[in-house]
């Protein structure tokens, strides 16, 4: 039913992959993600549409091969089907005017903020982009944001590609050199923490694509659930943006690690499954 009818490796461990799914195409909009199930007994996981060909019935998603499920996912091939497909789920960005923007991803980060990205071009807002790796190994899709973005600056940990360090580094220069309306930062957790402490300095309004373990993803579970401003907000059905001055990051980067145990034997599992 949710046939795959293209695959292709980003990167040693990113894959990018697009499904037939026509319900999910026709509605899926920026900042709104689906729920995969690859087999039938499988865990449920979150993960960002790329791009949507409403007429074609396609959506397209990239994601990390890290845990069980993931690399389970990785080692569907074209022409196989996934279990399940369910979406859209969580509330679409608010892709409205704000003027300057300035967009820092990181990781899969990087393939998330491409429609976030296209929407606010579309809007008439002047983009500033900014991507980081840990290595120019882990680089991907810098022409499609470069061809979307008025600017583009490019990180990595090593200073093998572009500018050496972290991205807070160019986005603390344009905080300090440019006015800038609005930020939005997706990717890593420590990421997201560290662009919303240096922007909050600057009381720029910034806001921050949310990842918590997500079990059920339509707001039954709870497993999701974080603090914002004080009150428990539920990423499936609240987010996945909020205001990133307001999430409790401490609380979501501890709650991140529960299953943390158990993960490691899944993968543990399976890759003495494979041997």
């Not at 991803?105 to 929407?119: C, L, S, T």
């Not at 093998?160 to 939005?184: A, F, H, N, Q, R």
Request: proline share 4%; net charge neutral; with cysteine.
């Amino acid at each position: 039913m949710y046939q795959i009818v293209d695959k292709k490796r980003l990167s040693s461990n990113v894959v990018q992959m697009t499904i037939e799914a026509p319900l999910v195409a026709r509605a899926i909009k920026p900042g709104q993600f689906i729920i995969i199930m690859v087999y039938e007994k499988g865990e449920r996981i979150p993960l960002t549409v790329v791009t949507s060909d409403r007429n074609r019935g396609l959506i397209t998603i990239v994601f990390q091969e890290v845990g069980k499920t993931t690399k389970l996912l990785g080692k569907k091939e074209i022409g196989e089907e996934l279990f399940a497909v369910m979406g859209p789920n969580g509330n679409p960005f608010p892709a409205k005017f704000y003027g300057s923007v300035v967009l820092v991803a990181g990781g899969v980060g990087v393939a998330e903020v491409v429609p976030i990205a296209k929407a606010l071009k579309e809007a008439g807002n002047r983009i500033t982009t900014i991507i980081g790796a840990r290595t120019r190994e882990l680089l991907f899709f810098t022409d499609v944001l470069g061809s979307i973005s008025d600017q583009l600056y490019i990180t990595t940990d090593d200073g093998s590609y572009g500018i050496k360090g972290l991205v807070t580094l160019p986005l603390k220069e344009l905080l300090d050199t440019t006015s800038i309306d609005m930020v939005l930062a997706v990717g890593p957790t420590i990421m997201m923490k560290a662009v919303a402490d240096l922007t909050r300095g600057y009381n720029v309004k910034t806001y921050v694509s949310l990842n918590p373990i997500m079990i059920d993803g339509t707001g039954m579970c709870g497993g999701c659930r974080v603090t914002v401003g004080g009150e428990t907000k539920f990423v499936c059905v609240d987010g996945p943006e909020f205001d990133g001055h307001l999430v409790d990051f401490d609380e979501l980067m501890m709650r991140q690690k529960t299953y943390i145990e158990q993960e490691k034997l899944a993968l543990k599992l399976l890759e003495e499954k494979d041997a």
